[in-house]
């Protein structure tokens, strides 16, 4: 159902516009961010600097002194956006992740929390078909949408001090991919060999914004193997779909 306050042109400071398409995490919204954000790109706006997609929104940094905003504004709505066009290629990515007690910290914790066994859980979590929604926060964190609601939980009570890259994270509602060492609030769901982050490599983020992903369970000595082979530089993920 369409509403009449969306798409809504917000300003943030002098140099950027935020474009929101809906107030929630749903695909149908991002599909509409998705597809303004491939509009712009085609269009090659003077000005423009930067897209940058979120859940439900679209921002945009410009160069004040060759664009103005109400131009901008113009300009983009009038753009020929088109859903079916946001992507060229729908991709789907198989993530290796281990839920081995030393990595899955508080795999005992949301078990318990949640009436589940530990086994559903690890069920649950590598079942789902997850879509990436936004790159944020820190480098390559990927934040995921498709969580099964049994595994809705809140946020820890007292955040870790510190846990190491490329954690699986739930908390919200939401999924989480992370790739720096960092304290966090979020539940410790697992763990992958997969780097989503990487300078050396090209590209640097392995999947792009609206990829899906996947999750594979390993045992702990596959895990091992694999975050080796990860770490000197080859994808251990693996693309099990691609379509237009």
Same mark, same amino acid.
């Given at each position: 159902?369409?509403?009449?306050?969306?798409?809504?042109?917000?300003?943030?400071?002098?140099?950027?516009?935020?474009?929101?398409?809906?107030?929630?995490?749903?695909?149908?919204?991002?599909?509409?961010?998705?597809?303004?954000?491939?509009? #712009?790109?085609?269009?090659?706006?003077?000005?423009?600097?930067?897209?940058?997609?979120?859940?439900?929104?679209?921002?945009?940094?410009?160069?004040?002194?060759?664009?103005?905003?109400?131009?901008?504004?113009?300009?983009?709505?009038?753009?020929?956006?088109?859903?079916?066009?946001?992507?060229?290629?729908?991709?789907? /990515?198989?993530?290796?992740?281990?839920?081995?007690?030393?990595?899955?910290?508080?795999?005992?914790?949301?078990?318990?929390?949640?009436?589940?066994?530990?086994?559903?859980?690890?069920?649950?979590?590598?079942?789902?078909?997850?879509?990436?929604?936004?790159?944020?926060?820190?480098?390559?964190?990927?934040?995921?949408?498709?969580?099964?609601?049994?595994?809705?939980?809140?946020?820890?009570?007292?955040?870790?001090?510190?846990?190491?890259?490329?954690?699986?994270?739930?908390?919200?509602?939401?999924?989480?991919?992370?790739?720096?060492?960092?304290?966090?609030? /979020?539940?410790?769901?697992?763990?992958?060999?997969?780097?989503?982050?990487?300078?050396?490599?090209?590209?640097?983020?392995?999947?792009?914004?609206?990829?899906?992903?996947?999750?594979?369970?390993?045992?702990?000595?596959?895990?091992?193997?694999?975050?080796?082979?990860?770490?000197?530089?080859?994808?251990?993920?693996?693309? #099990?779909?691609?379509?237009?």
């Amino acid at each position: 159902m369409s509403n009449s306050r969306f798409p809504r042109f917000l300003h943030a400071g002098e140099s950027a516009l935020v474009v929101e398409y809906g107030d929630r995490i749903d695909p149908e919204i991002h599909d509409k961010v998705l597809a303004l954000d491939a509009a #712009i790109a085609v269009a090659a706006i003077p000005g423009i600097i930067e897209t940058v997609p979120t859940y439900r929104s679209l921002m945009i940094e410009y160069d004040p002194e060759r664009l103005e905003p109400d131009a901008l504004i113009e300009c983009l709505r009038n753009l020929p956006v088109a859903v079916a066009e946001s992507r060229k290629v729908q991709r789907r /990515w198989a993530v290796p992740a281990c839920y081995a007690p030393g990595l899955a910290l508080d795999l005992a914790f949301i078990s318990e929390s949640l009436g589940l066994t530990t086994a559903k859980v690890v069920e649950l979590h590598s079942s789902a078909v997850y879509r990436i929604y936004m790159y944020g926060f820190a480098p390559g964190f990927a934040y995921l949408g498709g969580l099964p609601r049994a595994l809705d939980i809140s946020r820890r009570a007292e955040p870790r001090a510190r846990v190491p890259a490329n954690c699986l994270l739930v908390a919200g509602g939401q999924a989480l991919i992370s790739t720096v060492p960092m304290p966090t609030g /979020w539940h410790v769901v697992g763990r992958t060999p997969e780097r989503f982050f990487a300078l050396e490599r090209d590209p640097i983020f392995l999947a792009a914004v609206g990829d899906e992903v996947t999750f594979e369970a390993v045992d702990e000595a596959t895990f091992t193997r694999l975050e080796a082979r990860a770490a000197a530089g080859e994808t251990v993920a693996r693309l #099990i779909e691609s379509r237009p």
